[in-house]
């Protein structure tokens, strides 16, 4: 059977038939004696238990899913795993102990999670924000967003430490691309990117989507933004077939022809394009505003003021990267590095020439931030953005700052990754944050990026993805 078809599986083989049902009730009973006429219509009901989702059978990766169970014994404990496989065959897990309701069924909408999971308290998503490499350093990326990530519910009697009784299990997909959105790869001139539009009659606002130093081609967070209703261009820059192999020099006349391309798309709405960017891809996008023309609105999450790991060229100038002082990386003792104080300050000496000249842009900005950001100083970059760009007369940026957030905010839901290997270091890095604290910034985050890219690239109204 498809896992697509499986959005609600009845029980977990034997272990969820009756007789097992009635004996795990009669246990029940025998603690809790004024249960005992709610327990035995429960046991004595056909009903085994069974896991539910809605959506049923698939979701979009950044929209909620409700989760429940039906057919427990009232008041019953059980714990809840959630298990997801990356495209590398890596697993993530969370898990959480729970208690049914006095009808048998346990609503995660409104059913807190008991202390001794992957957390605790009223938290509906919670199994999805806090789900955890089994091996160390590994950060959920989808690769192909043409295929879904697919979820394995598992429920299991009592609060004791896994494993122990499997009761019921059910599967879930969440996707990337509603229906008819189109992937366009993209190999004209020296671009290499994908285009993803929205399946509705354009033309939309375009966006380039740019990320940091993992190199590639990460295209999730374009399509996922192609369902609101954004014609969004994931730009690779280096390490990706033909384009540079690594972080040593990257020419501006590159993304200048991507923004061309979009500039020029019978589906992008003009005048103008957003630019998005994360980490690295923060900075080029400021200095994509600052030199090019045809930008409107640009958002940096956890980006840069300051050019940063490597020379950037545009025409006859050159803007050399932020120096660094590796004496400053702090080494814990399992060998992971705080790399938070590595870079000079672009305000001083000769690493003032780092410094992105932003008050040359045209355009809005908005700085989402992360204060507990430890691959650098975002909150430092972001108040001397603004800084400049008032000092020379220019609007003040929007800036928003997440206090418990890390460095890799992502779409909502996404599990917080609290480190993973730094290419540039060669070491595994600490990159920040609280996991509810960055679960909530993932998701205000992403609300206002949106309303931001729909204000300034003259949209009407913001269209909702659905499946």
């Known amino acids: 059977m498809a896992l697509a078809a499986r959005g609600m599986l009845r029980g977990a083989g034997t272990f969820c038939a009756q007789t097992p049902l009635l ?49 427990l014994c009232p008041q019953q404990e059980v714990t809840l795993r959630l298990s997801l496989q990356d495209e590398g065959g890596e697993r993530f897990q969370s898990c959480a102990r729970y208690q049914a309701e006095s009808s048998g069924e346990l609503d995660l909408t409104r059913s807190p999670a008991l202390p001794g999971g992957s957390f605790s308290g009223l938290e509906p998503m919670g199994l ?35 494993p122990s009784r499997l009761l019921a299990r059910g599967a879930h997909e ?33 966006i380039i989507d740019i990320y940091g130093t993992g190199g590639g081609l990460p295209e999730y967070r374009a399509s996922l933004l192609a369902n609101h209703g954004f014609a969004t261009l994931a730009l690779a820059y280096y390490g990706y077939e033909d384009l540079p192999k690594d972080m040593k020099e990257f020419h501006l006349e590159y993304f200048e022809e991507a923004v061309n391309y979009m500039l020029q798309h019978s589906q992008v709405k003009g005048p103008g394009i957003g630019l998005l960017g994360i980490s690295k891809g923060g900075d080029l996008c400021i200095s994509m505003a ?78 989402i931030v992360g204060k507990d950001d430890h691959n650098w100083k975002s909150e430092f970059f972001a108040t001397e953005a603004s800084n400049r760009l008032q000092a020379h007369g220019k609007e003040k940026p929007e800036i928003v700052c997440y206090p418990g957030a890390g460095h890799y905010i992502e779409p909502p839901f996404s599990p917080m990754c609290s480190a993973s290997m730094h290419l540039l270091v060669g070491n595994p890095v600490i990159w920040g944050g609280e996991p509810k604290a960055h679960s909530v910034a993932q998701v205000d985050a992403w609300q206002k990026i949106q309303a931001f890219f729909h204000k300034h690239l003259r949209s009407k109204q913001c269209v909702t993805g659905k499946l």
Not at 41 to 48: F, G, P
Not at 138 to 153: A, G, I, M, N, T
Not at 339 to 362: C, M, T, Y
Request: glycine share 8%; with cysteine.
């Open 128 to 162: 999805l924000w806090s789900l955890q490499p089994q091996k160390p350093f590994r950060r959920l990326v989808k690769r192909d967003v043409q295929s879904p990530f697919c979820l394995e519910l598992e429920v299991f009697e009592g609060h004791e430490p896994l």
């Open 23 to 71: 004996r795990s009730c009669h246990r029940l009973l025998r603690r809790s004696p004024a249960r005992a006429l709610g327990a035995a219509a429960a046991a004595t009901s056909s009903m085994a238990p069974s896991v539910q989702f809605s959506p049923a059978q698939r979701s979009l990766f950044d929209e909620p899913l409700a989760i429940a169970v039906q057919g």
């Open 290 to 367: 600052s030199f090019l023309k045809g930008i409107t609105a640009t958002v940096t999450i956890n980006g840069s003021v300051a050019n940063v790991g490597a020379v950037l060229r545009y025409k006859d100038i050159t803007i050399p990267p932020l120096g660094i002082n590796q004496k400053r990386i702090k080494m814990d003792k399992s060998g992971i590095a705080d790399i938070v104080d590595i870079l000079n300050n672009p305000l001083e000496g000769p690493d003032r020439q780092s410094f992105i000249p932003l008050e040359k842009a045209e355009g809005h900005f908005l700085f």
């Open 174 to 206: 969440r996707g990337f691309l509603r229906d008819g959105v189109r992937r366009i790869p993209v190999r004209e001139g020296r671009i290499r990117a994908t285009l993803f539009l929205p399946p509705e009659d354009g033309p939309f606002p375009g």
